[in-house]
């Protein structure tokens, strides 16, 4: 590979990150792969309290169910912007996701005993379009210069499904529930975008040793200052806020899709939203772990009314 832009990318002299300027201008990544699973919960009545902490009505519970599988696709060279001295690249990741919902809707004092029980299911394959950077950082690996390797993947939609919206009342209670009768409401089904990041030494791409060089850190990334061609924002900026605020691929509803609402694009979907109610699958989960446990690369917690449980990691790229 060619050192066309050895002239321009480093700073000043004795810089800690100088010696990235030895290295070549542009690489080829390949065999990225990932994979995510998560599921989410609130537990049974008892001994948790707080699903029927009044008793003048009912509540849900809710399970929710994810996994997503990806593979690299087409992609371009890691190669460094004019004036940089890091390194980008822009490709596409191919998969599967599989997404289940299923929430009880009971009531807690008077007409107790009745369960209602509502499932819906979203399956899909998807094309994803996915940010790599590169960049130098004086402490990056093990308190020395090292190399940040950021990845950031679009968000997507898949279709309506149906949600249980609230819970019984007090007069459904007393008439006796019905589970021909739910709340039931339509929403478009989305996912929010994904990030990824691992620490490096400050040594040339292709001769970091994958097995033994490379700390796997996480989906919550600090955006790089290769990300966009001015430097100032991150790719994919929504993708970004997406995994920062709830987490990897964060399942969310928005307004139903229809003719005149058609479901959007792998990243044109910009909310950052929510399940109605606080029976939403981050919901349960950030009131079970702290947002710092959201951001690592896995967590499995379990209290007396909730579960969470999140697994999510990526191969570390063969760069040649």
């Not at 390194?87 to 807690?108: D, H, I, K, M, S």
């Not at 990041?197 to 290769?226: A, M, S, Y």
């Amino acid at each position: 590979m060619s050192n066309l832009y050895k002239w321009c990318c480093c700073g000043d002299q004795g810089d800690p990150c100088a010696p990235a300027c030895e290295c070549d201008s542009s690489y080829i990544i390949s065999a990225m792969s990932g994979q995510l699973a998560f599921e989410a919960s609130t537990t049974n009545v008892a001994p948790c309290t707080t699903l029927c902490d009044q008793y003048d009505g009912g509540n849900i519970q809710t399970y929710v169910g994810l996994n997503i599988t990806l593979f690299q696709g087409n992609t371009q060279a890691l190669a460094r912007p004019v004036g940089k001295c890091c390194y980008q690249a822009y490709g596409e990741f191919n998969g599967t996701y599989n997404f289940n919902l299923t929430q009880r809707w009971f009531c807690c004092g008077i007409g107790q005993g009745t369960v209602c029980t509502h499932t819906d299911n979203a399956t899909g394959s998807i094309t994803l379009p996915f940010c790599y950077t590169a960049y130098c950082d004086p402490l990056a690996y093990n308190n020395g210069p090292g190399w940040v390797h950021t990845l950031t993947i679009c968000g997507f939609c898949h279709g309506n499904i149906q949600v249980v919206t609230s819970p019984p009342t007090l007069q459904e209670c007393i008439d006796g529930i019905s589970c021909d009768e739910l709340p039931l409401a339509r929403y478009g089904l989305c996912f929010g975008g994904a990030t990824y990041e691992w620490r490096t030494p400050l040594k040339c791409l292709d001769i970091i040793n994958r097995n033994t060089e490379v700390n796997p850190i996480g989906p919550c990334i600090q955006p790089g200052p290769c990300a966009v061609a001015d430097g100032d924002g991150p790719c994919i900026p929504t993708a970004v806020q997406q995994s920062l605020l709830n987490g990897p691929f964060s399942p969310y509803v928005v307004a139903e899709f229809t003719g005149g609402n058609p479901k959007p694009e792998e990243c044109d979907e910009t909310s950052i939203g929510t399940f109605p109610g606080s029976s939403g699958p981050w919901t349960i989960a950030l009131n079970c772990v702290s947002h710092k446990d959201v951001c690592t690369g896995g967590y499995d917690y379990t209290s007396d009314c909730c579960r969470a449980e999140l697994s999510y990691g990526f191969n570390f790229p063969v760069i040649v």
